[in-house]
């Protein structure tokens, strides 16, 4: 029996609007259509003259983790978690979606991505385009919180439109630290902007090689004092922000055409501005500005800078101060930054000559699939930019009306960072140390002619081996080979065997054996241990094995391994 | 300038789908209706004649987490997981919602609560119901994996209808661990009754005292059987499986007269059904079903009684024997279980007498709040229940067609998981142990007439800290008084104040203080030490005072500590 798709379609929302009394209907239909029908992967099957209903797949930009590519995305928010843990961070959990109107109005033109869900009775809601709204939503709903450092890492979701940039993921994760409360100025954004460096150094991902990462730092108030002093009038600083904001993937000439072109901007306006946007630098920039009579007579301008110099103070005692440029020309797209903003760039420099040519190829990879993570179109992560953030003092008051809740904080990529991460541990040949499954022993169990498989002995041990909290495996087989069950050890990268025999079980002992030791090893065939004694034997060999381990990954790679260990790290 | 309610939201619908054009009229429309109006939080604002635009809250059916809450829901998690990892555990992430389709006709009845997403072009989408669906339809497209126990932890939608149950979350996370691939008869099934016991037991959330949970099995081979046995004619199978499985919270009168005047089961059938299903016990059951002859000529329930004596055979090695009653009157709604089916009920009896009452009062307070997380209508979980799951085998052919993946799982009803668990550490006084953050040394100073604040100082002083990889934060003020300090640090329960003085300043000294030390200990007054010593002994003071805490909740609670005391339990 076949339905055409027109009416398949028809008869599956029929089903989802009034199933409560079509429900055996709606399950013969599908038992009928689909079941009985092999469904190939990513393909449309052709039932007949008619195409199927449905491909078996996930949603346009959205994608499965699984794998090695799931321990490490974890390994990555552990590593950030960690930091932000260390400053004292709290995370809170909003709804996936939230009230229409509370998301309306926040994003600008990048409006029209929101995802609405349908009008099914009641409130009408849309999924969140991003976690600061809902935080400042959730701040304005919790007056007696008045000041918190808030972490939170979860997925948000944006519905690109195919006019635009192609390829970009419609559900991806964001990872946000924020500090809101009213402070002595410049403290929360100097810390905000150490987390960012402990998050990509040592401490963090390790990201610890020349230039792997650098930060570009502006200042809201210093571009608009610029722009006034420039002669911009008041109604186009925001478009001639825009517009400076291209300048890290666009040349000056292009800029300035939009300027003049686009954005009725005089030339001679647009070459003033100029020259202050191609400053960049140091404490350097800062003298320049502070000798320009102009800048010191704007107030706006001269506020900023004095921001800036404060903060470059505070950066200089958390010893971070090298990593971070003072870059007149980064603008930020987002309308609510109101202070310091700033940028994580990464200049593709490598810790060897390869890395850069695998982070093509992983791009490229990625664009292929329709994977690709560059969210260039991002306004919270710009091009080549892998976090970014700033302060936005008035974003509370547009919900809780009343009173203003300041805040600074930060934005992480983490889908780029996975994408560098990972093309930086294949370079490093690191990647073959992340196991799928963490378990440390295989319990297997081998015997001659009449062997019965010592089945429950094997579970007994596996028992023993749960209960003092070691992670174990056996092969679930009544009568399994002892090849299939070394084969299964090896494909899961298991460090230990413990192997039951029956002679060897008459006499209460059992066998443990490192697996993958050289030839010549003095444990290579394995050492025989009582049963009382196995839980000891097993956990002390952990525990080397483990320093081993955490040794030769720290040293390469730099990436906190605590999770894939279970270790600490602190 | 007021709007009308009807205006705005005529305004709203118009930018959210034309917003392009008039982004900057959007923000205006905001900052005049909205910033300039204070709203308060969950009341509805008068704004002049016209009701306020929205109230200032989440949808319905849905909560923000924060503060205690969320570090216990996180501990949780953590147990959980860890006991899913040492049973080898992998973990997968599926998109938020899926493609329409692919949840059509997998819930019965159900279906109509399936959150859909508006339809803004593309493919129609619709957020997930459950986690079993989406991971089957993995499974389907990867046939490369045939088999993997895969754990997954996830929020979930469902679209309580008015006229339904109240208060039921609408969002909310499930815990799923699930088996799949073709291996040797009960073996897997085994292994999650053993993951469950892990979990609730000592090495998981410490549910230790007799009676605070024990698991209800079935398998629909025997309880088919039973019906067949009884003369239930084969359609009316699963509608009548339904009415028994309400036996555990209305008497067999009501659910007989279900059987008989709305589905039409003659009362000699009803009767025949009863003499079954109100047996439970252990072997004894086994026993006496083996000995009728009615039972042992029916296929069907001849193999599902074998399956229950392997299953209890191999329990028994796991150690888990005495946590399982076989109930002969557990069904379980949802259609596609095959074989073996369970169900983690807690019977309210509690560590002492007040936990009951306070478990009823938890329960209440969240009913008038209508975050009531009793799920009674939830087909994956029952009344009483904290855990439910069985053995699916057909669910993975539903999507691959050819391939079958036989499945067993279980799913973990995360939110009465933790109203229980708070509700016994508050009967326990453990609950004072959650601290909000996981700060371990608060970075103050002090000083006399003139003094400076030592910012500098203290920003150096913490860059130490934080370098060694200790939590640690100090106050966002030039001078901040040492009372506020000491205040800040009381309130966030922070272990350790580091304290500068300008004279000890000088001699290169600072004071370690541990906060709360009773009157007369000999380091009530804190012990000086030199700036060179300092890490080191902060964390030796850390990893004295980490075990005490450790071992004290570890007594009273059972819950691991490792995640908010940055210690590793396995």
Same mark, same amino acid.
């Given at each position: ?31 009928? *259509? ?158 905000? =902007? ?126 971070? =101060? ?23 760039? *990464? ?82 040949? *690191? ?140």
């Amino acid at each position: 029996m076949r339905y055409s798709y027109s009416t398949i379609i028809r008869l599956a929302r029929f089903n989802s609007s009034t199933i409560s009394f079509i429900g055996p209907l709606n399950q013969h239909f599908y038992k009928r *259509t689909f079941i009985t029908r092999p469904v190939d992967p990513l393909e449309t099957v052709d039932m007949g003259k008619d195409k199927a209903p449905y491909q078996l797949k996930t949603p346009k930009g959205t994608k499965d983790w699984e794998g090695k590519d799931m321990v490490l995305r974890d390994r990555i928010f552990n590593a950030i978690t960690t930091v932000f843990k260390r400053h004292g961070g709290v995370t809170i959990d909003t709804p996936v979606f939230e009230l229409r109107p509370i998301l309306s109005g926040k994003y600008g033109e990048d409006s029209k991505l929101i995802y609405d869900l349908a009008d099914q009775g009641g409130e009408l809601c849309s999924l969140r385009y991003d976690l600061t709204v809902p935080f400042a939503r959730w701040l304005a709903m919790n007056p007696s919180i008045q000041s918190i450092k808030r972490y939170h890492i979860a997925k948000v979701y944006r519905r690109d439109q195919p006019a635009m940039t192609k390829g970009r993921m419609r559900e991806f994760y964001q990872c946000d630290f924020d500090i809101a409360g009213a402070y002595d100025r410049m403290l929360p954004d100097a810390e905000v =902007l150490r987390i960012i460096c402990e998050i990509f150094g040592e401490q963090g991902l390790g990201w610890t090689d020349e230039g792997a990462f650098n930060i570009k730092i502006n200042h809201r108030k210093v571009l608009d004092g610029i722009f006034e002093v420039c002669g911009v009038p008041k109604e186009k600083i925001r478009t001639i922000s825009s517009a400076v904001d291209k300048l890290d993937k666009s040349p000056w000439e292009e800029v300035k055409k939009e300027m003049i072109d686009e954005k009725g901007l005089s030339e001679e306006v647009a070459d003033r501005i100029w020259t202050f946007v191609q400053r960049k630098g140091g404490k350097d920039v800062m003298d320049a500005l502070r000798q320009d009579e102009r800048v010191m007579g704007n107030e706006s301008l001269k506020a900023g800078l004095e921001d800036m110099e404060l903060l470059f103070t505070y950066l200089d005692a958390f010893g971070v =101060l090298s990593k971070v440029e003072f870059n007149l020309s980064l603008a930020r797209g987002l309308d609510y930054y109101t202070g310091v903003i700033y940028e994580v760039v *990464t200049e593709g420099s490598a810790p060897s000559s390869t890395t850069g040519h695998k982070l093509q190829r992983a791009a490229k990879r990625e664009k292929t699939a329709e994977f690709d993570e560059d969210r260039s179109n991002d306004p919270s992560v710009g091009v080549g930019s892998v976090a970014a953030g700033g302060r936005y003092d008035e974003l509370v008051g547009m919900f809780s009306g009343k009173a203003q809740i300041p805040c600074v904080g930060i934005s992480f990529g983490v889908d780029r960072i996975f994408s560098i991460t990972k093309a930086r541990m294949e370079d490093s040949k *690191t990647v073959s140390t992340i196991r799928p499954t963490e378990v440390d022993v295989f319990v297997m169990a081998f015997g001659g002619k009449g062997f019965t498989g010592l089945l429950t002995e094997r579970m007994q041990v596996a028992k023993m081996l749960w209960d003092a909290g070691i992670k174990a495996e056996f092969a679930y087989k009544q009568k399994p080979k002892l090849p299939a069950q070394f084969k299964s050890a090896e494909q899961s990268g298991i460090p230990f065997a413990v192997i039951l025999g029956e002679e060897e079980q008459a006499m209460g002992k059992v066998k443990i054996k490192e697996m993958g030791l050289p030839e010549g090893h003095p444990e290579k065939d394995g050492v025989m241990v009582g049963i009382g004694e196995l839980v000891g034997e097993v956990k002390e060999r952990l525990r080397r094995k483990g320093e081993g381990v955490e040794e030769m990954v720290d040293r390469v790679n730099g990436l906190s391994t605590q999770d894939a260990e279970g270790k600490t790290g602190q």
